[in-house]
């Protein structure tokens, strides 16, 4: 088995709003191996963005980490200092946000901005060196003209530009993590195509660990060894690729599957959508989150949470359908 490299136990996110507390993740598990690519998927608000943010730190406010652990590389970041943790963000941990617009300061070059994390970290010993790493970076993010966009402001470059230049700011301290967050997000698919083949290709590259965080379940089939299905602030299922998409085992996850839209023979669309809605997170139903909106769920789903247990050889399932009692 391969080297540990990030280990979740038992986080906990809530965030204090005037309408109540939203407990936004209840009891995430999660351990991702060094080298792999590994995905994170859910609907909109599941919480897989807010647990990656936990990795590093930047919850917003009114969030907050009521309780767990966060082990990266043998070290629990949660009891790290403010001035500790840092040092890793950018350097150890380089995390690819969701929105490219709102991430790029507007009164900054992008050149500056991608070249700002080696400037913090001290791996380079002036100005100069930082514009030819950079010009270096968006060569390999295949930025056209890299010299000339580097002297760029974001108003100019589009938004596949943007996207790439953020790579290139994830990528620019060489990091031994990755977390990509929705990183297609706003783009057309060629774009898309082209940053899923960037990524591809730098992990590749350089063995560098990726946490791809989507809702494209085709995505996941394409770029990622194990894939974890979040739902409604907890991991539900967690197994290899393959065996999520020929076996899945949680409900949540066949009827995800099954939502995707599916072209017949006579070009007829059809899809089967998963009845009822996403719960309120501030009063979530008891046991099982997903009780209220499953076909097989039974008493004791709606008055235990079942346990993340391993039902086949890495292959696990929070349900009472495969948990004795």
Known sequence: MSEEILRIEGLRVYFYTYAGVVKAIEGVDLSIRRGECFGLVGETGCGKSVTMRAVVRLIPPPGRIV?????????????????????????????????????????????????????????????????????????????????????????????GMKQRVVIATALSCNPDLII???????????????????????????????????????????????????????????????????????????????AVPVITKSREVRLKPIPGTIPNLINPPSGCRFHPRCAHAKAICMKERPPLTEVKPDHFAACWLYTKR
């Not at 970290?121 to 060569?139: A, G, P």
């Not at 974890?228 to 967690?238: N, R, S, T």
Request: hydrophobic share 40%; with cysteine.
């Open 180 to 258: 990509a967050d929705e990183p297609t997000t706003n783009v057309d698919v060629t774009i898309q195509a082209q940053i899923l083949d960037l990524l591809r290709d730098l992990r590749n590259k350089y063995g560098t660990t990726l946490i791809l965080v989507t809702h494209n379940l085709g995505i996941v089939a394409e770029m990622c060894d194990r894939v974890a299905v979040m739902y409604a602030g907890q991991i539900v299922e967690l197994a290899k690729v393959h065996d999520i998409f020929k076996e899945p085992l949680h409900p949540y996850t066949k009827g995800l599957l099954e």
């Open 67 to 159: 309780s767990g652990k966060i082990y990266f590389e043998g070290v629990n970041v949660l009891e790290l200092p403010e001035s500790e943790i840092r040092k890793i963000r950018g350097r150890k941990i380089g995390f690819i946000v969701q929105e490219p617009m709102s991430a790029l300061d507007p009164l900054y070059r992008v050149g500056y901005q991608a070249g700002e994390p080696l400037l913090v970290h001290k791996l380079i010993r002036d100005k100069k060196e930082m514009w030819r790493r950079v010009i270096s970076l968006f060569k390999t993010v295949s930025i056209p003209e890299p010299a000339k966009r580097v002297r760029n402001y974001p108003h100019e470059l589009s938004g």
